[in-house]
């Protein structure tokens, strides 16, 4: 017998044969090493021993990724058999895991949707950035709000490089007409700086650009459409540049046409027509703007003080810094440091979605999240009592030599199948509820779709959430599976549940149980704050009333001559059959009027820094009856409060208690300039239908007589259903008014539904989660109840065999089921606090800490849970002792 | 005890062609029963060097001819005297035999097919 020392080299080698499975090494290392150790001895010379270990390396590369997809496929298909072995419990599995996993996975494709879109027809658009004021920051780049002349600083400021335009912060609705036309088409139009196209890399696909516009030259009456536009309008006409077409009754000449799939910034707002921004008092646009003591009827583009600019810039991203600095400076020497300039990144766009839908999918989405782990509870304990299940099995396995590391792997490659069907499941789920999700949402916001396509992140996501689950759920049973004392295993006939397994299945409960408080209370309070927003008290009498959009301004007559035309618009709708008041208002119900700042208030002095701001609207006499607005003190605004007559307003609630606490509001002055306005009534707080959530603010009413202001909006009351006089109004304005264009016609209940359309889809949402957690909760307390009766049937059988009735062992199985919810609760409680605190803005009218809807949710809770434990705790009380004792 | 298999014995001919590796190692068992290093040797030689097993190599193709039945584990050491009692010895089952009959038939077929096309000479 010839014994050799091992050649130096085969340590290493040894060493090297880490790479391959256990199994593997295990069989083979030791030959293998001294495979190596022989030719090693036998080898002449260093280049050989080279060519040895090249060979045995690269041999040992190719060879241990095969033995490990060998290993994989065998454990999957073991794996596999077993699964089905069980049908219902795969199934049970695939289900509880797929709905957590989908629905998680569908509230992140939205997110992602909704996040991830970037203004794609639009090159490098990393390189844009708008340039926000730090007290509109935090609205994102669509809250930014500048002035004309701040704009022409930060253009005339910014370094070599760097390219600055502007554009109107709304996007308005507009009435075209061409030469041949007779009847006007409506269009959405957007007034841009002349720098707009060539910052957003938008080249014209006909014609030019606008005209430059630096340095107040005279505007020209130009427009460049879109490619969408043109198509749809023109029909493509290769002539349209030179075309000559009336915006808002003002003659533009077509100079170009945008780039294909160009359709501006806003992403879900398509533009049609583009037109120089010193055209805004030619086409009479007038939204989406802050003023502070301005003249609105003359241009704004001149007027420091009327805010109604989209300022963006396309900044090298080297160079942000800088440019910050530069616009910082300009800043403070044109309007003082009072606030400093941001610059946010823009690549996204603007968008209507993201303003409306982040905050309530974040939500949504630490639900899920939360629906998820409690998946992942349910499926841990189903897995884990399927291990304790075949614990003789595994003793037996153990007993004839398999490593407990082999077993490991085998259990872990059923979790891993069970997880990879349910990723599947809920891929499916997800494709399909993000899609009607997206459509419901769009629904909500008057605009197109959004798409959430299951793109690689949305597959990323998936297979992160799987691999977390698989953490959770699958790792800790299989891991506590093997650890099993194989001669008690195998003695014990499979029965052998360990009381620390049992434990552990109960804290599992106990967690999900917890878990399911917050969500369940979470929908509770959705459902009560949704209910809260529907019967607000909103400070009008919403129902029949019928809200019409028109424009004045476009209807042909002299504005000298319009004061007229209202009241002949007024007396004939007034006179239509079914309506019994009209009345005018430069703001509807459904916006929030312009703000405009800085009023002075009569004995008030203004604090030092402090901008005195009102809501104001204008409105024609009959308003606060019209809409139902109740007069508290005073009077309202009549027919006698003429344009001769001295300036009076009505003020809300809101601002009478701010500004005059001791109840001496009537005969007080306001004004923007000087103390002209006298108060002379005071109405209750009216809640914008757009934004019933909103806080009530200090609200000024002037008269329509008085102002130099054209109403926008004119509300009908009617006797009946205010749908069905819809066509009398209308007939009624054209004869009073026959060039009057109207915008629009809807009920106020209408607009209400609209306004709360995003809250209802929330709450719709919240409650199908709410419900998919109890739904979680009580299958898992279903099954350990059921199994902890499964288990103890013989004592049960023993107890009853001694004279215990089946009342006191129902008694008993329900106690312990109580007691785990009430241990929940106990658990849950302080975890529904934390997630109230970090909730609280999503809610109206109730508090995140309402101990109502925590009481109901326990209550609902606790009706789930013991609906569930009564069947098992049915069987355990109708068990029979002789059954029961011959089964031991 | 593990469950009787009744699905019929696989043909020689399904197992057909056979890697390379594989047949080089039956054919290196075929006259006598060898352990790893052996085969090893035996291959560098009959091919002068041009096929040279790692032991990666080699022991995986063991791995796959012991599974399928090809090859098998002598429990007995064949010479004592001047080997080292650790190594493993390995013998062609009737099975494996079969097969590498099989296999070299079917190399016998094509080289008489290319004889007969004039690839090769008439007579070797």
Known sequence: MTRHRPPPGSRAFRALLALYPAAFRDEYRREMTLVFADRYRDADGAAERARLWFEAVTGLLMEAPKEHGRMIARDLRYAWHSLRRQPMLTATIVIVLGFGLGANTAIFSLLNAMTARTLGSIPHPDELVAVNTREYALGGPEGSRLSGPMFEHLRDAAPAGVRVAAMSRGIAHVYTRTADERETTPASLQLVSSDFFSLVGAAPALGRSLPDDRHNQAPDAVAVISYGYWQRRFGGAADVVGRVMTINNVAFTIVGVGPRAFTGVWLEAPVDVWVPLAMQSAVKYSQNFSADGADLGRPWLTQPNVWWLHVVARVPSSRSAVVAGVFNATRSSTAGADAGLVLQPFSHGFSQFRQRFMLPLQALFVMTALVLLIACANVANLLLSRAIARQREIGVRLALGAGRSDLLRLLLAESALLIAFATIAALALAHWTSGALARAAAATADAAPLAAPIDWRVLGFAALSACLSMLLCGVFPAWRATRVNVLAALRSGGRGATIRSSRIARALVVAQIALSLVLVTGTGLFVRSFHNLQYADLGIDASHLLSVRIDPRLSGEEPSRLPAMYARVIDAVSAAPGVRAASFAMCGLDSSCATQGSYAVEGRPPRKGESVDFRVNVVSPAYFSTVGMPIVAGRALDAHDTATAPRVAVVNKTLAETYFPNGAAIGRRVGLDALDTEIIGVVEDARALNNIAGLPAPAIFMALAQQPIVPRSLTVRTVGDPGLSAETVRMAIGAAAPLLPIESMTTVDEQLARGLSRDRLATLLTTGLGVLALGLAGFGLFGVISYAVSRRTSEFGVRMALGASPASILRQVMREALALIVVGAVVGAPLVWIAGRAASTLFFGVSPHDWITMMAALFVLSLAGIACSLRPAWRAASIDPVIALRQE | ?124
């Open chain 2, 1 to 124: 005890m593990p469950p009787r298999d009744r699905r019929p014995a696989p043909s020689p001919e399904s197992f057909l062609p056979l890697p390379r590796d594989t047949f080089h190692i039956l054919v290196s068992l075929a006259d006598r029963d060898r352990h790893g290093y052996s085969v090893m040797q035996d291959v560098r030689d009959r091919t002068d060097g041009a096929l040279r097993l790692s032991p990666s190599s080699l022991y995986a193709s063991i791995r796959r001819l012991l599974e399928r039945g090809l090859i098998e584990e002598l429990a007995e050491r064949p010479d004592p005297e001047h080997d080292d009692e650790r190594r493993r010895y390995y013998r062609l089952t009737t099975l494996g035999r079969a097969v590498a009959t099989a296999e070299a038939r079917r190399l016998q077929r094509l080289l008489a097919d290319a004889r007969a096309t004039g690839l090769l000479p008439k007579k070797a």
